[in-house]
């Protein structure tokens, strides 16, 4: 890694004397770690990952991590897990590292900070008693240095002050280790917390004015107990990343309604799953995890992180009173979509989130008898509403089939005053919905964004670790033969995706013939183009076409390099057969579609998301996706955004190519508006 660093016989032109620290040469905080600038890139198992910079005086955590002294005490201070798999900890239980180990980071060559008049190289341990004896770049800037403190006197010098400057200055990213962070599960929390070298997320980014009321990300790690009476029922969630992805962690991309986890109400998207029955899968394969969460068993243990927001005042007033509240789950059962539950929500101006404002007499709630005015609705269907509006939840309410599971928080003894009973309308200081069937109040559905096949300029080539083949498969069958297969996908899907092949069955002539497999994506038949049909266009063009006495089928099929292994594949469920998210990685870039998404913000806001990817040396191009969504925030409150999501361009402008330091300062750039084009792939269900 060649961290760059900037020439220290610049500042010496400045108005105000600052000094250079006399054991690495170069100006730094009295606080922060000594820099240097390394000859050769040093290798990853030596980086820090808090900072990015190669260790000084490392520490090992008992989980088998290694951080700078500095960099882990002054994370501890914050946080109580380790920065890479979030394991709880603290620093009373690290340890020094190995004599080993910091012989080999002493032996690192560095070069002598004075380029001008000095070119050498030395070991880094050798660079204090360098500077202090032989260079001729410091012997000249400690001459000029007292005779701009003394410009009258004569006098011998004085021995050389240990003071560094007291003017901090930006800090800088290295181009060559930016993306470092795409592998540390701390990429939110650290660039969000402090103000370490090697912020990636500005997405994040706080400004001075942002301190009275922001203050960091708060951060929780939970231990959640699945029950459910079939053992083989899926969860009813959607994950993306794993170890041999980007995005490093495990994250819930999606929790299916009237599923188990919904029912349960307590995972919600974005959080991150560290355990499972005691395992832990914060740093397994994607295909591991999948098998992890798909084993069968009637109570489920997990361990997850959940990111809570940025901490605040009225935070803090919260968590002081939540020790008199009681967490609550109810469940209403409506004979059809269209029956209302006969509740009024309303949002309030001092707290966030979205509270019941009335029950309506002889609504299915009113029955019910378990909510109660002022109950302040936290999830709806495991969908995530504690930054929530009064119509996200009626929306939410309307599109039910039969169950609504409701998690909410109840303060007793806590009642909204009788002025604001009538939730029809809004009034000046909140905003109600009604969940009666009808729009909410000052309701318009928004229309879906458009989306569009991935243009030239934003083509990629196949990410590292997969290949993809096209085959031509002829066939001669008799007429009233049938092609055997089953297909899902579709222009029309949520995601758009292309038509692929979910079963191939062993009664049909594409099982014979066996070279259509399973997961294969159908390009044509007899020349009619199937990428841009919706499901029942492609369903229609594949039986008109399966009647004649010859077929010719172009598909194309995604081969990952490092295949998982079969135990590991997903589970069979008939034809509910979906491919897992990596193997959507895998797929060229002319049958991707892309999305528009236009966030808006604040001038005294941050985006709310965190990034990861990008091109470096070692590693060549990699994705950027989104790995972390904070409560609160545009991001989420938009609802569009999705972790797992590729970020294809930022205002039209390709990110293809582009590292963590080329992208990181156009979206530190866009002050309240920036459109971010991107790619969605559904998360593997389990």
Request: aromatic content about 6%.
């Amino acid at each position: 890694m060649l961290a760059v660093m900037a020439d220290p016989t610049a500042e010496e032109h400045g108005s105000q004397v600052s000094e250079l620290c006399c054991e690495c040469g170069q100006f730094h905080l009295l606080l922060d770690n000594h820099l240097y600038n390394f000859q050769d890139e040093v290798d990853d198992e030596l980086i820090c990952h808090i900072c990015l910079q190669p260790l000084l005086q490392p520490m090992d955590t008992p989980c088998g991590h290694t951080y700078c002294f500095k960099c882990l005490e002054n994370f501890m201070q914050e946080y109580n897990f380790c920065p890479m798999d979030r394991k709880k900890l603290s620093f009373q239980q690290c340890h020094k590292s190995s004599l080993l180990v910091r012989n080999l980071l002493d032996k690192l060559i560095v070069f002598c900070p004075f380029k001008a008049e000095c070119q050498q190289t030395m070991q880094r341990c050798e660079l204090e008693a360098h500077l202090q004896n032989r260079c001729p770049g410091f012997k000249k800037y400690k001459a000029e240095l007292q005779r701009k403190k003394n410009p009258i006197s004569k006098g011998k010098e004085d021995p050389p002050a240990r003071v560094e400057t007291n003017t901090p200055k930006d800090p800088e990213v290295p181009s060559a280790g930016s993306s470092l962070v795409a592998e540390s599960s701390a990429a939110a929390v650290v660039s969000l917390g402090t103000v370490e070298p090697g912020l990636v997320n500005p997405a994040f980014e706080e400004t001075e004015e942002d301190l009275p009321q922001r203050t960091s990300l708060v951060a929780e790690t939970t231990t959640i107990e699945i029950h459910r009476e079939d053992p083989e029922e899926e969860l009813g969630m959607r994950i993306v990343g794993g170890k041999d992805t980007p995005l490093g962690n495990i994250v819930v991309q999606e929790v299916l309604r009237d599923s188990v986890i919904a029912a349960d109400g307590r995972i919600a998207p974005g959080d991150h799953i560290l355990e499972v029955n005691g395992v832990n899968i914060s740093s397994v394969t994607h295909c591991q995890a999948v098998s992890f969460l798909r084993h069968p068993g009637p109570v489920l243990h997990l361990m997850v992180l959940q990111e809570k927001g940025f901490s605040n005042k009225t935070a803090q007033q919260d968590s002081s009173s939540a020790t008199n509240r009681e967490v609550i789950h109810v469940t209403l059962i409506k004979r059809d979509r269209s029956e209302p539950l006969g509740i009024k929500l309303i949002r309030k101006t001092d707290e966030p989130g979205i509270f019941i404002l009335d029950l309506l007499e002889g609504g299915l709630a009113a029955k019910n008898g378990k909510l109660s005015r002022n109950d302040r609705v936290l999830s709806i269907n495991g969908q995530d509403l504690r930054q929530g509006t009064p119509e996200a939840a009626a929306q939410i309410i309307q599109t039910t089939e039969s169950r609504v599971n409701f998690v909410i928080l109840r303060q007793p003894g806590s009642q909204l005053p009788e002025q604001v009973e009538d939730g029809s309308t809004s009034n000046s200081s909140s905003s109600s919905s009604s969940s009666n069937g009808g729009s909410p109040v000052h309701h318009r559905r928004r229309v879906d964004q458009n989306h569009y096949r991935r243009k030239s300029t934003y083509q990629k080539d196949l990410p590292q670790g997969y290949a993809s083949h096209e085959k031509t498969v002829a066939i001669k069958k008799e007429p009233k033969e049938s092609l055997g297969i089953t297909i899902g996908g579709g222009r029309d899907n949520k995601n758009k995706l292309p038509i692929y092949v979910t079963s191939v069955q062993p009664i049909g002539c594409l099982f014979r013939d066996g070279r259509i497999k399973r997961g294969d994506v159908l390009l044509s038949i007899n020349g009619i183009d199937l990428t841009h049909l919706n499901y029942y266009e492609a369903v229609s063009a594949l039986k008109s076409n399966a009647a004649s006495h010859s077929v010719v089928l172009k598909a194309l099929e995604i081969i990952p390099l490092n295949a998982p292994e079969p135990s590991l594949d997903i589970k069979e469920q008939g034809f509910s057969w979906s491919p897992l998210w990596i193997m959507w990685l895998g797929l060229p870039s002319y049958l991707h579609c892309c999305q528009d998404i236009v966030l808006s913000k604040g001038n005294l806001e941050s985006w709310g998301f965190s990034i990861v990817g990008g091109f470096e040396e070692s590693k060549g191009n990699k994705p950027f996706f989104i790995k972390t969504i904070v409560p609160g925030t545009p991001a989420f409150r938009d609802r569009k955004l999705k972790c797992g999501d590729e970020i294809v361009a930022v205002n039209g402008v390709p990110a293809i190519g582009m590292s963590n330091s080329e992208l990181i300062p156009m979206l530190k750039e866009q002050r309240n508006k920036v459109t971010l084009t991107v790619v969605s792939w559904p998360g593997s269900l389990v």
